[in-house]
C-alpha cells in the first residue's frame, strides 16, 4: 500500500474520487478509504488522461473510454487530488493512524528502499562519487528515521461502519448455530423454527459488513476487521452463557452451548 492508513472522512480534496469507478461524492457510504488503492487508481487515470490528450494533440481519435475520462476531468484536477492524498497520506503515518496490515507494509517498503540506498551508497564509495555518496548517505538517514517512527507506532483499529449492529445480529446467531449443531435429539418444532431463522441473519450481518467496507478496501484488511467483530460478538456470548450457568448453580442444568466458530 505504501502511504497506508484507510481512514474516516475525507474532509477533502473535493471529496477525491474522480472516474475511478468508486462512488463519487457520497459521505453517506464513503466514510472510509484506502489512500494508497485510491492513489495508484488515480495515478493510473492521470496517465491515461495524459494519454489522451496527447492523442489529440496528434490530431487521432479517442476511444469512447478516453473520451468519457477528457470530458469529465482534467489532468491539473487529477494532479491536484494525487497532490492531497499524498500529503494526507504522510500525516496519517506521522500521526501512527496505520493498522497492523499497513504498518507491516510500510515496514517492509521503507525496508526495501534503506537496502537499496546502501547498495548505491557502496557502489557510490567504490566508484569515488563523493557528491553521490553524501545525497545517499542523507537519504538512508531519513529513511532510518522512518522505519523507526513506524516501528514505534501501535497499530489502529478501524471499526465497521455497522459494527453495533454486527454484533447484534450475531449475538443472536450464535446460539441458533449452537442449537442447530445440538446432537442426541431431535429438535422440537420451536427449535427447529428458530434455526429457520439463520439463513437470513447471515444474509441481513453480510450485507452490513460489505456496506461497511472502504473504497478500494483489500480483502486481507476487511475480512480481519469482520473475523474481529465476529470473534467479539463469540466472546459477549460466552460471557453471557457462563453467567446463565452460574446462576443456575449446581441444579444439573449443565453449562452453556459449546461455542460454534
Known amino acids: 500500500k505504501g502511504c497506508g492508513g484507510s481512514h474516516p472522512k475525507l474532509e477533502?480534496?473535493?471529496?477525491?474520487?474522480?472516474?475511478?469507478?468508486?462512488?463519487?461524492?457520497?459521505t453517506a457510504h464513503a466514510d472510509r478509504?484506502?489512500?494508497?488503492?485510491?492513489?495508484?487508481?488515480?495515478?493510473?487515470?492521470?496517465?491515461?488522461?495524459?494519454?489522451?490528450?496527447?492523442?489529440?494533440?496528434?490530431?487521432?481519435p479517442l476511444t469512447d473510454e478516453e473520451q468519457e475520462l477528457y470530458d469529465l476531468t482534467s489532468g491539473d484536477a487529477i494532479q491536484e487530488k494525487l497532490t492531497?492524498?499524498?500529503?494526507?497520506?504522510?500525516?496519517?503515518?506521522?500521526?501512527?493512524?496505520?493498522?497492523?496490515?499497513?504498518?507491516?507494509?510500510?515496514?517492509?517498503?521503507?525496508?526495501?528502499?534503506?537496502?537499496?540506498?546502501?547498495?548505491?551508497?557502496?557502489?557510490?564509495?567504490?566508484?569515488?562519487?563523493?557528491?553521490?555518496a553524501e545525497k545517499l548517505t542523507?537519504?538512508?538517514?531519513?529513511?532510518?528515521?522512518?522505519?523507526?517512527?513506524?516501528?514505534?507506532?501501535?497499530?489502529?483499529?478501524?471499526?465497521?461502519?455497522?459494527?453495533?449492529?454486527?454484533?447484534?445480529?450475531?449475538?443472536?446467531?450464535?446460539?441458533?448455530?449452537?442449537?442447530e449443531a445440538t446432537k442426541g435429539r431431535l429438535l422440537t418444532m420451536a427449535e427447529t423454527k428458530k434455526v429457520g431463522a439463520i439463513p437470513d441473519l447471515i444474509d441481513e450481518i453480510e450485507q452490513l459488513e460489505n456496506d461497511s467496507?472502504?473504497?478500494?478496501?483489500?480483502?486481507?484488511?476487511?475480512?480481519?476487521?469482520c473475523d474481529t467483530v465476529a470473534n467479539a460478538a463469540v466472546k459477549l456470548v460466552q460471557k453471557s452463557q457462563k453467567a446463565a450457568a452460574k446462576k443456575k448453580g449446581g441444579s444439573g442444568g449443565g453449562g452453556g452451548w459449546k461455542t460454534a466458530r
Open 12 to 26: 477533502s480534496h473535493q471529496q477525491l474520487p474522480m472516474h475511478t469507478g468508486a462512488p463519487t461524492h457520497q
Open 33 to 60: 478509504f484506502e489512500p494508497q488503492a485510491l492513489m495508484a487508481e488515480l495515478q493510473e487515470r492521470k496517465a491515461a488522461f495524459d494519454a489522451a490528450e496527447q492523442k489529440m494533440m496528434r490530431m487521432e
Open 84 to 132: 492531497w492524498l499524498s500529503a494526507h497520506c504522510k500525516a496519517m503515518v506521522e500521526n501512527g493512524e496505520i493498522t497492523m496490515g499497513e504498518k507491516q507494509q510500510l515496514r517492509e517498503q521503507v525496508g526495501d528502499k534503506l537496502t537499496a540506498a546502501r547498495e548505491e551508497l557502496a557502489a557510490a564509495e567504490a566508484e569515488n562519487k563523493p557528491k553521490k
Open 138 to 179: 542523507q537519504a538512508i538517514t531519513n529513511l532510518s528515521a522512518r522505519h523507526a517512527m513506524i516501528m514505534e507506532h501501535t497499530p489502529i483499529r478501524h471499526p465497521l461502519k455497522h459494527e453495533q449492529a454486527i454484533v447484534k445480529l450475531r449475538r443472536e446467531l450464535i446460539p441458533l448455530q449452537q442449537l
Open 213 to 225: 467496507r472502504a473504497w478500494f478496501e483489500d480483502d486481507t484488511e476487511f475480512n480481519a476487521r
